[in-house]
């Protein structure tokens, strides 16, 4: 059974730090590129980062390019979001979920207080 389980979430002051895991099982985990995404009150669902887990390429939306770093241990099939510098407008529950595929996790909020 393919499963992503989230966590690092909580609420943390503007400026301050947080970081994400993606705990992952069930599949060929470098296989695969896995994503983050955000979604915030009344807004859809967007990208933030993803990591191709076998190459370990990377991609940024602009919102997180300077700020945010994702990563992998693929020894723990588990990928990490890495946020620094937060805003208020970063608050959101995120996402992980295996690339092209419909797997996601439950999701993890983060609560940036100003």
């Known amino acids: 059974e393919v499963q992503l389980v989230e966590s690092g979430g909580g609420l943390v002051q503007a400026g301050g730090s947080l970081r994400l895991s993606c705990a992952t099982s069930?599949?060929?985990?470098?296989?695969?590129?896995i994503g983050w995404f955000r979604q915030a009150p009344g807004k859809e669902r967007q990208g933030v980062s993803c990591i191709n887990t076998k190459d370990g390429s990377t991609h940024y939306t602009d919102s997180a390019r300077s700020r945010f770093t994702i990563s992998s241990d693929n020894a723990k099939n588990t990928v990490y979001l890495q946020m620094n510098s937060l805003k208020p407008e970063d608050t959101a529950v995120y996402y992980c979920r295996i690339s092209g595929t419909n797997y996601w996790g439950q999701g993890t909020q983060v609560t940036v207080s100003s």
């Open positions: 069930g599949f060929t985990f470098d296989n695969y590129a």
